[in-house]
């Protein structure tokens, strides 16, 4: 039994770029679904592939929807990945697997990915998250970059990281593209920890940017960017009402502008100092807006 379906008569495309950005995963204020919605509507793209939710979903954890109107059960909204298809500003193909991350059989899905991607001759598969850091609004949002293959990492220059972490299926299906010789990649905006509960526009527009530069995908998203004004200017308004607020984030300034100046010298990098000291004032900060 297939494991996924054509909603339309398949398209010819030509050099696609293939997007990922699956709910469940890491992703602080949303940054990367907000920048996958940016992408979604600027490219006018539309559902081209569906998959088996019964196989790939758990339906007792990610519950469908039921619309109840007046009493009257009208209608029940299930949730499973997609595929979409859409061409950005300068009519580049791009491919976008959205929905939520399968719970179960990563291996198959992973492989079906694969597959897809080799029928329609994707050039490059990026995966885009976010993540709680100690940096501060005040600063450029800073991207981090993982893939599989060490070259394409030196290609990008963005700042990288060794740790041990818990994977998504994008890490997954990164590396079931790099083996059929797709370069793949994922791109990761860092969000200051006082704001991971909120929206935090400036992360979504570094992450299109980043996409940009990587692959060519262009996205405007002139109303994400027309946001990133306004919510600075609101953290700057909480952060100055409050004196303790104010020396938290002017500690994570000195420490976001000197270990910029270190990484360009060849030293460590922000990951590996910021340390349980900065990680207890942004608890504090938390509790504060409670």
């Known amino acids: 039994m297939a494991d996924h ?14 997007v990922v950005m699956l709910e469940g995963w890491i992703d602080a204020s949303g940054a990367a679904a907000a920048a ?11 559902e081209i592939v569906t998959f088996d939710d019964d196989l790939y979903i758990d339906y007792r954890a990610r519950r469908p929807t039921l619309e109840i109107r007046g009493g ?7 949730t499973s990945p997609r595929l979409l298809h859409g ?27 694969g597959a897809l991607a080799q029928r329609f001759g994707v050039q490059s598969m990026t995966a885009l998250g976010a993540y709680p850091f100690a940096t501060p609004h005040t600063r450029p949002t800073r991207v981090t970059a993982t893939s599989p293959s060490p070259d394409m990492l030196a290609t990008f ?65 002139q109303l994400l960017r027309r946001e ?9 308004h909480l952060v100055a009402s409050n004196e303790e607020h104010a020396q938290m984030v002017a500690r994570l300034e000195r420490l976001h502008d000197d270990s910029a100046a270190e990484e360009e010298a060849g030293g460590p990098a922000l990951e590996l100092r910021s340390g349980d000291e900065i990680a207890a004032e ?3 900060f938390l509790r504060d807006q409670k």
């Open 36 to 46: 996958m919605a940016a992408i979604e509507a600027e490219t006018d793209a539309r």
């Open 5 to 18: 379906r054509f909603t339309i008569e398949p398209p010819e495309l030509e050099r696609p770029r293939l």
């Open 72 to 78: 009257v059960s009208t209608r029940l909204v299930w």
């Open 282 to 284: 942004v608890e504090r």
């Open 87 to 113: 061409r950005d500003a300068n009519g580049v193909d791009v491919l976008l697997l959205t929905g939520p991350e399968p719970d179960m059989a990563w291996h198959r899905f992973s492989d079906t990915i």
């Open 228 to 236: 990133v004004a306004v919510q600075r200017e609101r953290l700057d």
């Open 157 to 221: 220059g963005y700042a990288v990281s060794s740790v041990d972490v818990p994977a998504g299926v994008a890490a997954a299906i990164e590396t079931t593209l790099h083996n059929q010789g797709i370069p793949s990649a994922g791109i990761w905006a860092q969000v200051p920890h006082y704001v991971a509960a909120m929206s935090y526009p400036a992360a979504s527009v570094a992450l299109l940017d980043a996409l940009e530069a990587t692959t060519g995908v262009s996205v405007p998203a």
